[in-house]
């Protein structure tokens, strides 16, 4: 039976966490909305005040944060104390963009807002690779007034501002971005039809074409109601996917796409990062956010952990 310690509660939608090597967690507040740094003793200090929608975050290669911001193309919906993201409102949206944010002043910095002409809707996550550069990928607007839904991209860009590309389009409703242990393979995850696909990595920044109806682009492909939200990659290999309903982390095998399912009792379970809080390597300290119930969870992974280049 997994055992979870609960780290701090009182979130306003977590996500994006990130295990430093102090101990401390830093994540957003998608609804704060915040970056937070979460004390081991389960104290918080805000980071920064972020305009519009902080998302997917990641330590890049000076140190600093860089930031997916969805523009707040989500409002708070209280359900009964369960907080979930509801629908768009144009009057709140400041568009898409990818942000640097200085941890010791707090300063944000707009990197990207466009590419090739064409405006970021709503980017939802990132990771970095070994070259300085990361994938990310954007999430795109479901607009319920004007019955209109993006089809949108998965994008890499350099960390000094000076490079961004689109790399696969068209995707629906991308999420999770991750990248393999020796960075040879990128997948990520799509929300609504709850599947994994994975690309092979050409080069830095570029992605080998994948030929018409390969079935191997496609990891898996979770049955039932089950939507997909960030992953992280473990030591092994697997891909370690929020699922939101059948709130949990699905751990999916690289090999054959085969699953299990680590429930945590919260059906918006959107994220996951590995720590070393032992200093063993190892990297089995998982940390979990629980949006729907603002909380940050702690549990010792099954698996061996991965260091994200960075930290």
């Not at 990128?186 to 990595?201: C, D, I, M, P, Q």
Request: charged share 20%.
């Amino acid at each position: 039976m997994v055992e979870f310690e609960e780290i701090t509660s009182g979130l306003r939608f977590p996500e994006g966490p990130i295990a430093m090597p102090d101990g401390s967690v830093i994540l957003v507040e998608m609804f704060g909305p915040r970056i937070t740094r979460v004390l081991s003793d389960g104290s918080k200090q805000t980071v920064a005040e972020i305009v519009g929608g902080p998302n997917g975050a990641a330590i890049g290669p000076d140190g600093a944060l860089y930031l997916c911001n969805n523009g707040g193309c989500f409002t708070p919906v209280d359900l009964g104390g369960l907080l979930l993201p509801g629908p768009f409102d144009a009057s709140q949206y400041i568009g898409g963009r990818i942000q640097r944010v200085d941890l010791d002043t707090g300063a944000v910095t707009d990197l990207y807002t466009h590419c090739d002409g064409r405006p970021l809707r709503a980017p939802n996550d990132l990771v970095f690779d070994g070259h300085g550069g990361f994938w990310f990928t954007d999430h795109g607007v479901r607009d319920p007034i004007a019955r209109t839904s993006d089809l949108t991209s998965i994008y890499y860009a350099k960390a000094d501002g000076s490079f961004i590309s689109e790399q696969v389009h068209p995707v629906e409703g991308p999420n999770g971005i991750g990248l393999s242990p020796d960075g040879s393979t990128l997948y990520w995850a799509e929300t609504h039809n709850g599947r994994v696909f994975r690309r092979t990595v050409a080069s830095p920044g570029v992605l080998e074409p994948a030929a018409p109806l390969d079935p191997s682009v496609c990891l898996a492909g979770l049955p039932g109601n089950q939507l997909l939200d960030s992953l992280a990659v473990d030591g092994e290999g697997n891909v370690c996917v929020a699922t939101l309903v059948n709130g949990g982390i699905t751990v999916i095998s690289p090999t054959d796409g085969s699953t299990s399912h680590i429930a945590t009792g919260d059906l918006l379970t959107t994220n996951i990062c590995f720590g070393d809080n032992d200093g063993s390597g190892e990297y089995r300290d998982a940390y979990i956010t629980c949006s729907g119930t603002g909380r940050l969870l702690h549990m010792r992974w099954p698996h061996r952990g991965l260091r994200l280049n960075y930290l």
